[in-house]
């Protein structure tokens, strides 16, 4: 499957089109090929501004929005790498505070893909030698960097110590079997321990890595155990740092610092424990400065598009109250489930043919008045009849949604970051 970019402009089309015919040789893993690109282009992931790295199966993109947002709140320049991208490529890299622009855009993959093109890079391994490129160039103050895919392996991983100012690790679960669970030798059997396992690679001696509770007992012991044979500084929700609510805040333990500090407008529970990690790896680090006020401002400010995202009047979702949520594992299903308890809605969903079709409509089960399945655009994905026998199939989403009876009820278009792309396009919504 291939990474969907298009531009309006261009030159940066032009590099776009580039960038889509790349492909990864068959069982290729390692960080050799993105450690040779960045050679070539001067090491400039040696280079950068204090790094906050962030994995985890789900919630590693929120967390780096509150991240974000704290260190904004601050008044300082913050470097911004995240995946996937929604509507636009220029997503993905941020350079202080402000989404790339095109014509820098353009000449800066036209260096990188330059510089690479014998050694047959990913799309992803580009756009992170881009991002670093452009962070080493541009002053700032900061940078928050978001996992592509696992952690031992991913591109961004080549960060080094002496750059990091915190790692952390997000909810863990079962997502990317294919890539996360290959067999190999010398790794955990068990599935979450797997997972755990492959997150905690981005872990550095003398980083403080700060983790939300593991989802089982086997995964907290791979962690403590890795954390133990290589020297670690893990610190683990429950154990070295907590988070609660507290009527209309939300206190956080951590550093030996405790912290009153305002719940989430981001909406959804599991927010909470988004911004307390963020909250717990700024308290864990001494690179930067944050101050209580500063990470309180960035608490009820942080944006996070696609992620329990209520929709504007528009195109698309006309007057109806739509939500639009990019999740397609079974934890993001039981997040959508929890949010629209006692709630019957019209879901729409579109699905990758790698996912499984039962993970959002399965939590989601006993509130659904209808399912409607649409194309992922530019990608393949499961028609129909894997979704039951009373789900319908509509060629877009501007069919399905005006298919909809006039009852009411709210929609959820959910599956897919590339179809909620595709929704925030087509309602006009465009993140920035």
Known sequence: MRDFARSDDAAVQK????????????????????AALLARLGNPHRRLPPVFHVAGTNGKGSTCAFLRAM??????????TTSPHLVRYNERIRVAGQLIEDDRLAELLAQVLDAGEDLSPSFFEVTIAAAFTEFARVPADACVVEVGLGGRFDATNVLAPDVLAACGIAALGIDHERFLLAPEDGVPEDPLSRIAFEKMGIAKPNVPVSALAPPSAEAGATMLRLATDRKLDLRVEGFDWAYRTDGDTMRVTAAGTELVLPLPTLPGRHQLANAALASAMILSQDRI???PEAMAEGIRKAIWPARLQRMRSGELAGKREVWLDGGHNCD??????????????????GMLEAKDPQAITGPLEGCLESKTIVPVPGHDWHAANRFGPDAKAASDLTEAIAALPDDGLPVLIAGSLYLAGEALRLNGELPD
Do not use: M, Y
Request: charged share 20%; glycine share 10%.
């Open 15 to 34: 590099q776009l089109d580039r960038l889509g015919a790349l492909s990864i040789p068959d069982g290729r893993l390692g960080l050799e090929t993105i």
């Open 332 to 349: 993001a299903g039981k997040v959508l489930a929890q949010h629209f308890r006692g709630r019957h809605l019209h879901l729409v969903i």
């Open 71 to 80: 260190l904004e709140a601050q008044d300082l320049r913050v470097h911004v």
């Open 289 to 291: 400065t944050n101050s």
